[in-house]
């Protein structure tokens, strides 16, 4: 079955505090969005890519892409203001009749093994969402108060958000919600059930400059291992 992977890149990184967009910078010697890009490749050799970046960076990562080597059908689209209407942009680039990922740039660190696994059960249910139990105590804000939830119950949402195109094309003709921060919400709010799958606790989102020497260990520790 043909497969695509949206990577959503269209933020500007300023928590990063980079002259560049995150996106851009680099983790030994190669930028994040390479990184990202590879391990979809690594994953699948026919995957298609429409890699979704901010109006004023498309140049940039053309010029990435090209001098990457990469052969894959890669396409780059404008992002929008917010992440509903950049994953709507990319989805206009997608076949119906397809599999695809949608994937956060920054999260580099994620596995071909988890790619694979998110594409037998979107094949197999209509959806993969990857989670993982939260560690920590979670806490909710009720107006004044405030009180624990057992932790047991909350999973932490990953990418790559994995689904039948067409299926998720439906859901994303609803008008914009403010409660539509990641695709799974939207397939939610279309009235379809969506189905988690295990993620991987490596999978972090590179937001802060902490998290490029995360990022950066746990990738010299794989490449100690191979």
């Known amino acids: 079955m043909k497969k695509t992977a949206i990577i959503v890149a269209g933020g500007t990184g300023q928590r990063m505090g980079a002259t560049l ?7 030994e010697g190669k930028s994040i969005l390479l990184h990202t890009v590879s ?10 890519f429409v890699i979704v970046l901010p109006a004023d960076y498309i140049q940039e990562g053309q010029n990435l892409i090209v001098s990457s080597g990469f052969t894959q059908q890669v ?6 203001d917010t992440r509903f209407r950049s994953v709507k942009n990319g989805l206009a680039q997608v076949d119906p009749d397809a599999i695809v990922f949608v ?12 790619i694979e696994r998110c594409y037998e059960q979107a094949l197999e249910k209509g959806s993969a969402i990857p989670a993982v139990a939260s560690t920590d105590t979670i806490r909710i804000i009720e107006e004044t108060k405030h009180h624990v939830v057992d932790r047991a119950n909350v999973m932490m949402i990953q990418t790559p958000q994995t689904f039948n195109a067409a299926l998720l094309m439906k859901a994303f003709e609803q008008p914009y919600q403010p409660s ?10 279309s009235g379809k059930e969506v189905f988690l799958i ?3 606790y490596e999978n972090i989102k590179i937001t802060r400059p902490l998290d490029l020497a995360i990022a950066e260990y746990i990738l010299a520790k794989r490449a100690s291992k191979d």
């Open 198 to 200: 295990d993620g991987e």
């Open 75 to 80: 396409q780059i689209v404008a992002g929008g």
């Open 39 to 48: 391990q979809f490749v690594a994953a699948f050799w026919d995957i298609n």
């Open 21 to 27: 967009p995150k996106q851009f910078l680099a983790i």
């Open 180 to 189: 539509f921060t990641d695709e799974a919400n939207v397939l939610e709010a």
């Open 103 to 114: 994937h956060d740039a920054v999260r580099c660190l994620l596995t071909p093994a988890l």
